[in-house]
Nanobody
Framework: VQLQAYGGGLVQAGGSLRLSCAAS?????????MGWFRRAPGKEREFVAG????????DYGNSVKGRFTISRENAKNTVYLQMNNLTPEDTAGYYC?????????????????WGQGTLVTVSS
């Protein structure tokens, strides 16, 4: 499975961005649990959001609850991260990941596939 994340950019505080993660290869013949993580300079990679294979269950990191929404379109092999009310603290490289596990997991070691990051910069 190959994952391609895109949609990052520069945005002012209070603005919005939507990230996308397109999967290819041995894709959604099995519906992977998908996750978004981020890594800010000098910090550990942080769980942002996860979504079940069907899309019916989601989970979020505490710092983004109420502002970010994860969704997926299995017909397009794509997962999205809608980010609203962005703050400079959201500045980071954002990574999508997929796991064979049948539940949402929040640690990096539990994901089997990773995409390259897409950079989000929020100016104050």
């Amino acid at each position: 499975v190959q994952l391609q994340a895109y949609g990052g950019g520069l945005v002012q505080a209070g603005g919005s961005l939507r990230l996308s993660c397109a999967a290819s290869g041995r894709t959604f013949s099995r519906r992977y649990v998908m996750g978004w993580f981020r890594r800010a300079p000098g910090k550990e990679r942080e769980f942002v959001a996860g979504i079940s294979g069907s899309g019916g269950t989601t989970d979020y990191g505490n710092s983004v609850k109420g502002r970010f929404t994860i969704s997926r379109e299995n017909a397009k092999n794509t997962v999205y991260l809608q980010m609203n009310n962005l703050t400079p603290e959201d500045t980071a490289g954002y990574y999508c990941a997929a796991t064979w596990k049948d539940r949402i997991v929040t640690t990096t070691g539990e994901y089997d596939y990773w995409g390259q990051g897409t950079l989000v910069t929020v100016s104050s």
